[in-house]
């Protein structure tokens, strides 16, 4: 079965500061992998996609992520956080040969970005 | 609208009462989602229309959980006889076409609670 893992309930780092937040993928075929950030009392907000090409991904508000297949990883990076940073951030993710219209969702990282 | 919407943003019910949630996706899109976001839980997908094809129910989690769509627009998910373990944030999502490779708009969800 599918499956994307967000190993931290919680990840903190102080402004200015380089931030990760990690995710792990398990899925049958070429993976594509997404991540989300849903803000407090708002939807959930596209960030940036990896289908295929290169492994640095760049998106939305200075987020890159590294597709390693190596070691199934698609982690979350930023050189320099922001408080306003701060939000649930979902990995999903799902195979292209199995069911793909079901992205499997992570279970969400909180980042807390201190002043 | 601008965005996926979706209504009431809060449901508080008794258990075994009937619930009909409702979703307006973005003009145009063709694919609608509804995911089930149980606290310190990934997002659980329930189910997925795309245009006119059979819906694929598959994430239903019971027979007490059913959803509709009119064409390519409002969808309404309905939860009869509601349990206390049906206590979630319920979210739809659209998309502009059916390619797993386009990324998916959500609304900010439905809160429900059965007390």
């Known amino acids: 079965a599918q499956s994307v893992a967000q190993p931290e309930d919680q990840v903190n780092v102080a402004e200015g500061n380089p931030l990760t937040v990690k995710c792990t993928y398990s899925v049958s075929g070429n993976p594509y992998l997404f991540w989300y950030v849903q803000y407090p009392n708002r939807g959930l907000q596209f960030l940036l996609k990896?289908?295929?090409?290169?492994?640095l991904v760049k998106g939305s508000y200075g987020f890159e992520a590294e597709f390693n297949k190596s070691q199934t990883s698609f982690h979350l990076k930023k050189p320099s956080a922001l408080v306003s940073d701060s939000a649930l951030y979902f990995c999903?993710?799902?195979?292209?040969?199995?069911?793909?219209?079901?992205?499997?969702f992570g279970t969400g990282t909180r980042l807390l970005v201190s002043p | 609208g601008a965005g996926v919407s979706q209504s009431p943003s809060n449901k508080v019910t008794e258990k075994g009462k009937d619930v009909e949630l409702r979703c307006d996706p973005i003009s145009g899109h063709t694919a609608l989602y509804w995911y089930r976001q149980r606290l310190g839980q990934g997002l659980e997908f329930l189910i997925y229309f795309q245009g006119n094809s059979a819906p694929d129910k598959s994430g239903l989690p019971s027979d007490r959980f059913s959803a509709e769509r009119t064409g390519e627009s409002v969808s309404t998910l309905t939860i009869q006889r509601t349990q206390q373990e049906d206590s979630a944030v319920y979210l739809c999502?659209?998309?502009?076409?059916?390619?797993?490779?386009?990324?998916?708009?959500f609304g900010s969800g439905t809160q429900l609670s059965v007390l």
């Open positions: 999502a659209s998309r502009a076409f059916d390619s797993f490779n386009e990324k998916l708009f």
């Open positions: 999903a993710g799902g195979g292209a040969n199995t069911g793909f219209q079901k992205l499997v």
């Open positions: 990896y289908i295929t090409g290169d492994n």
